[in-house]
C-alpha cells in the first residue's frame, strides 16, 4: 500500500446544481454510465452537462504527450516530471471547474464529469519515484479548491475484459494495453477512492446491474431532492 503522507480532502459541496464525477481505467464503462445517467438526469427535470476531463488544449502539451506515450518510463527516463504534470493537468482541471462548471451549477444544472481531479491524483500515486513530503503538501491544497461531488463514481474492470472492449473500438482495434500500468491504475484508483469515499461499480457486473447500483446511490443523494430550475 503507497503512503500517502499528507491528508487529503475536497472541498464543501456545490449548494445548487448537481455535480457527479465518473473516474476510473480504461474500457471501465464509464461512458456508458454517463449516458444512462444523463437520461436518467434529464427525465427527473435537470438540465444535464457533461465533461470530459481535461480540455483538449492541455491534452496537446508536450508533457502530457510524452506521458501518453509510455506512462512507465516516461519519468524514469527523464522525459516528464510527474510534478509538473500533476500541476499542469489539475491546473487545467480547476480552470474548466471556476469559469464552466461552477456557474453552470449555479445555475441548477446537473454536470456530470468524466476523468475529474481523482484521475489526475491516480497518475501521482502510481509515480514510480514518488512526490516528496512537500509536494504532496501542494497537492494536498490543490485537492482542497476542487468541489466534492454529491456522489464520486469508481468504476473497475479485469484486465482481459478492458483489453477485449478497447480493441473493440474501431480507432483503438490495433492498440496495445499494458498489463502492468492497467493493474498500477486499478490499484492507485481503489487507493484514492478509499480516501474520498467513493462509490465502487464493478463493470464485470452487466450493464443493467451496473446502473442500478449508479442509479441508487444518485437517488440517495441526489433525487430525493427537488431539480433547481
Known amino acids: 500500500m503507497i503512503d500517502i503522507p499528507v491528508p487529503l480532502a475536497t472541498g464543501p459541496k456545490p449548494e445548487r446544481g448537481v455535480l457527479v464525477s465518473f473516474s476510473g481505467v480504461d474500457g471501465s464503462g464509464k461512458t456508458t454510465s454517463i449516458r444512462r445517467l444523463k437520461g436518467t438526469l434529464r427525465r427527473n427535470g435537470y438540465r444535464v452537462r457533461v465533461f470530459k476531463l481535461p480540455s483538449n488544449e492541455c491534452k496537446k502539451l508536450r508533457l502530457?504527450?510524452?506521458?501518453?506515450?509510455?506512462?512507465?518510463?516516461?519519468?524514469?527516463?527523464?522525459?516528464?516530471?510527474?510534478?509538473?504534470?500533476?500541476?499542469?493537468?489539475?491546473?487545467?482541471?480547476?480552470?474548466?471547474?471556476?469559469?464552466?462548471?461552477?456557474?453552470?451549477?449555479?445555475?441548477?444544472?446537473?454536470?456530470?464529469?468524466?476523468?475529474?481531479?481523482?484521475?489526475?491524483?491516480?497518475?501521482?500515486?502510481?509515480?514510480?519515484?514518488?512526490?516528496?513530503?512537500?509536494?504532496?503538501?501542494?497537492?494536498?491544497?490543490?485537492?482542497?479548491?476542487?468541489?466534492?461531488p454529491h456522489v464520486a463514481f469508481f468504476t473497475r474492470v479485469s484486465f482481459i475484459e478492458a483489453r477485449k472492449r478497447i480493441n473493440a473500438r474501431e480507432a483503438e482495434r490495433d492498440d496495445y494495453v499494458d498489463p502492468l500500468l492497467f493493474n498500477a491504475r486499478i490499484d492507485a484508483f481503489e487507493i484514492v477512492r478509499s480516501k474520498f469515499d467513493g462509490v465502487l461499480v464493478d463493470t464485470a457486473l452487466d450493464e443493467h446491474s451496473c446502473f442500478k447500483i449508479v442509479s441508487r446511490e444518485v437517488g440517495r443523494h441526489v433525487l430525493n431532492q427537488p431539480a433547481r430550475a
Open 64 to 148: 502530457f504527450t510524452e506521458y501518453k506515450k509510455d506512462p512507465l518510463t516516461a519519468e524514469p527516463e527523464g522525459r516528464v516530471d510527474i510534478f509538473s504534470m500533476f500541476l499542469a493537468v489539475t491546473g487545467d482541471r480547476l480552470n474548466t471547474i471556476r469559469t464552466k462548471i461552477l456557474p453552470l451549477l449555479d445555475a441548477g444544472y446537473a454536470v456530470i464529469v468524466d476523468r475529474y481531479l481523482y484521475s489526475a491524483l491516480c497518475e501521482a500515486v502510481i509515480s514510480s519515484s514518488g512526490l516528496t513530503p512537500t509536494q504532496w503538501r501542494v497537492v494536498s491544497d490543490i485537492i482542497s479548491e476542487f468541489p466534492t
